[in-house]
């Protein structure tokens, strides 16, 4: 009776050992598993601000870039105007600067404030001589008066010179009083032969 007693009772601890073996060998195995869960789910997060960080500079740097375009695209499409409260005589013989100011005639080489009085500005044009060299003059300082702030003016002396030579071929002036003709519409291009002073054309320009 004792011997058998024995043996339950070494079965029984044999048992309980098992138990506590798998119960341990468990315990384990799922703190491996949270442990790995855990560093899997920190790591996907970093990975995430990570991105959203490198995301970030580049979506800045995008929308800067986009604003400089649309920035740059405005101040092209914007009209050159002159500014003619600083063609004083103080500032005579300095050149003025003309971006975005095209012609149609020839192209701008310089402006220059003239130093005969205040407001007086000397316009260089580059240009081939053609056989309506003068009256193409004319309407590109129409122009000039009409949509580029020249009206402000009090006096304008145009030149023209043949790019290839450097001579000059065409030039003129006009008076406050004709700039305000032809702001006022009374006078155009078509008339202002007989009214610019010191018309001069060179000889081996037809007309």
Known sequence: ???????????????????????????????????????????????????????????????????????AAVSEAEPFMLDASALTTSRTGRKVETPGLSLSYGEIESLT?????????????QAFPVS??????????????????FDACKAIDYWAVNPASGNKFLSFSLDSALISKIASGSIGAEEMAGEVSGLWVDSSVVQ
């Open 113 to 125: 404030v003239g130093g005969a009085c205040d407001g007086q500005i000397v316009v260089k044009v």
């Open 1 to 71: 009776m004792k011997g058998i007693l024995k043996f339950c009772g070494i079965c029984l601890l044999i048992f309980l050992a098992m138990c506590a073996y798998s119960i341990i060998k468990y315990s384990g195995k799922y703190r491996n598993k949270a442990a790995a869960s855990s560093v899997s789910v920190v790591s996907s997060v970093a990975t995430s601000e990570s991105v959203s960080s490198s995301a970030a500079p580049a979506s800045s740097e995008s929308s800067e870039s986009i604003a400089a375009s649309l920035s």
């Open 132 to 149: 309506n060299s003068e009256s193409r003059a004319f309407e590109s300082v129409q122009d000039l008066v009409l949509n580029h702030g």
